[in-house]
């Protein structure tokens, strides 16, 4: 397998509605990768990430810059840069940024059934 260098900066980033602003970092069609997606995420005050699984996903969100709040099984955690959360199949979490913006390293791993 070769190695891939992607360009995040030239990843284009669209708007949703209530989200901020995403862009895909890493797919299919980036470098190949078929069971993995992951995006950069931009939220501004008043923005919130709702990032809700499904029974064979797995999440990784990643604070890269800003302070927020995330919000686990109903209690709210203030964190900042480097703070992440993991969420397991069927779980989720809500992010939203305090005291300014903040930006996400959002990764989504389907379950794939072991080929032993």
């Not at 260098?5 to 990843?11: A, S, V």
């Not at 602003?21 to 995420?41: D, F, H, P, S």
């Not at 959360?85 to 930006?103: D, F, L, M």
């Given at each position: 397998m070769a190695t891939t260098?992607?360009?995040?900066?030239?990843?284009a980033r669209v708007s949703v509605p209530g989200a901020g602003?995403?862009?895909?970092?890493?797919?299919?069609?980036?470098?190949?990768?078929?069971?993995?997606?992951?995006?950069?995420?931009w939220l501004a005050a008043g923005d919130r990430l709702d990032a809700s699984g499904s029974a064979a996903t797995h999440q990784l969100i990643y604070f890269m810059e800003g302070n927020g709040v995330i919000t686990l099984n109903g209690k709210d955690y203030s964190v900042g840069k480097g703070a992440g959360?993991?969420?397991?199949?069927?779980?989720?979490?809500?992010?939203?940024?305090?005291?300014?913006?903040?930006?996400l390293f959002h990764l989504v791993?389907?379950?794939v059934a072991d080929q032993l």
């Open positions: 260098f992607i360009k995040t900066g030239d990843c602003q995403a862009a895909e970092v890493l797919n299919q069609a980036l470098c190949g990768a078929k069971n993995v997606v992951a995006k950069l995420r959360v993991y969420c397991g199949p069927n779980e989720g979490v809500a992010i939203r940024p305090e005291g300014g913006s903040a930006k791993v389907p379950e």
